[in-house]
């Protein structure tokens, strides 16, 4: 009776001693189950990882949680304007131009054109990598002085280098009031429908 008792007793203490250390080990991870890392700092700056489940902030320490893969930065914003009125030829006038360091972009231009004392008739083209927008505009003059047309166009693209982009219009035609920006995404989806 007494090896019966071996044979069982001996492996199933084996088994619970081997849970205990396997949920105690669960349970004592950095970051914990929801991913959260958990820590204290000092008015020193300090910073001290903690297993939540068997530690905690000493005195003095304040609590500080934060999850593994961090939240998104923000984004960056490029910018570049043009407000004075520049006269637009038909062989194509660059009224903005940027460059921005390589990554995913939504590059976003708006102008105003104006037939002044001619009629409108033209176009404005934003080109960012190889990625184009085009937006035509014409319009008569108007009896009752000149003809504004505000434009705006949006390109999307991503580049591994330094990307370039062109708001370049085409008269004759007034521009006036154009601006570029480029506003930096972690993440682009550019898809065709």
Known sequence: MKRILER???????????????GGVALASIPDGNGTIHG???????????????QSCASGQTALNWNQQGPRGPSNVFAVYHDTKTTVEGTGTTLDSEKVPAGSY???????LSD??????GYCTLTAGGDVDTQVAVASKSTTGGTFLPMTLTVVHTATSQIAASLVCYGPAEA???????IKVANLSNTAQ
């Open 8 to 22: 069982v007793a001996v492996p199933l203490i084996a088994a619970i001693i081997g849970a205990a250390i396997v």
């Open 40 to 54: 204290c700092y000092s008015s020193t700056g300090t910073l001290r990882v903690i297993d939540a489940a068997t």
């Open 176 to 182: 006036q009031y154009a601006k570029l920006v480029a």
């Open 116 to 121: 002044g004392s001619e009629t409108v008739d």
């Open 106 to 112: 939504v590059f976003i231009a708006k102008l105003t």
